[in-house]
């Protein structure tokens, strides 16, 4: 399974990094943002106290910190969902073989945000949902497109709102995003995964992915935009 080449292009020479970057898996890599319409089945009454929601559309850090940046959400964390306890650490997931997908659970206020809206970021800037098993350059089951929901509600939204999409021809291909039920726990990914985008703005990776997904976020969705971003280090000392 491909790896991404961020890990290896963090601690390499300049002109590598530049090879590299003009290489074919990075040029089609950077995904490019499709305005969607809002869900016409959401939550019709925020519920009291935090919601979460937990996704998986390719690399936990490109969507990781685009929730970090929407008012309304109090913490997204990166993560496994999908496997069992025992396989939720990441040289284990990355052989593709655990169940498990890169995930990030995303906590929000319904009040700020409803759920539907989370969605629509989430199939609108966060990813590609029309790619199966693979984001850009990271490829494998554990990059699947995948909503886990947290409720009945929740999983009667997201199915309604990918066949309203669906049914719009929204996308030049069709919607691949599963919708299973959240049978295993989530599983927050090793620290150093954790904010990652925000810790290494200058990462090749991060520059080429993943800035751009933050950025489409304040352009298509300004009413929503935060500048600064919730991060998992300082959610924590708020607990």
Not at 68 to 96: F, M, P
Request: aromatic letters at 10%.
């Amino acid at each position: 399974m491909t790896r991404r080449p961020a890990l290896l292009l963090a601690a390499a020479p300049a002109f590598l990094v530049a090879l590299a970057l003009s290489a074919a898996p990075f040029r089609a890599s950077a995904e490019t943002a499709v305005a969607v319409p809002p869900p016409t089945v959401d939550e019709t009454a925020p519920a009291a106290g935090q919601e979460t929601a937990v996704l998986a559309g390719g690399c936990f850090w490109g969507i990781q910190a685009v929730y970090q940046h929407v008012k309304g959400v109090t913490n997204a964390v990166s993560g496994y969902a999908g496997g069992a306890q025992k396989d939720a650490l990441y040289q284990i997931v990355g052989s593709g073989t655990t169940g498990h997908a890169e995930s990030v659970k995303v906590t929000f206020d319904p009040k700020q945000i409803s759920y539907g809206r989370i969605l629509q970021i989430y199939f609108s800037v966060a990813h590609n949902p029309t790619e199966l098993n693979y984001q850009g350059p990271d490829h494998g089951p554990q990059y699947r497109s995948e909503i886990f929901p947290q409720s009945e509600a929740q999983a009667k939204i997201a199915k309604a709102y990918i066949a309203q999409l669906d049914a719009a021809h929204v996308f030049k291909r069709p919607i691949v995003t599963k919708t299973g039920t959240m049978k295993q726990a989530f599983y927050p990914a090793e620290g150093y995964h954790q904010d990652y985008a925000t810790l290494h703005p200058s990462q090749p990776y991060i520059v080429y992915n993943d800035a751009p997904k933050v950025a489409n976020l304040k352009t298509m969705y300004p009413a929503l935009w935060r500048d600064k971003p919730v991060l998992v280090a300082e959610a924590a000392k708020g607990e």
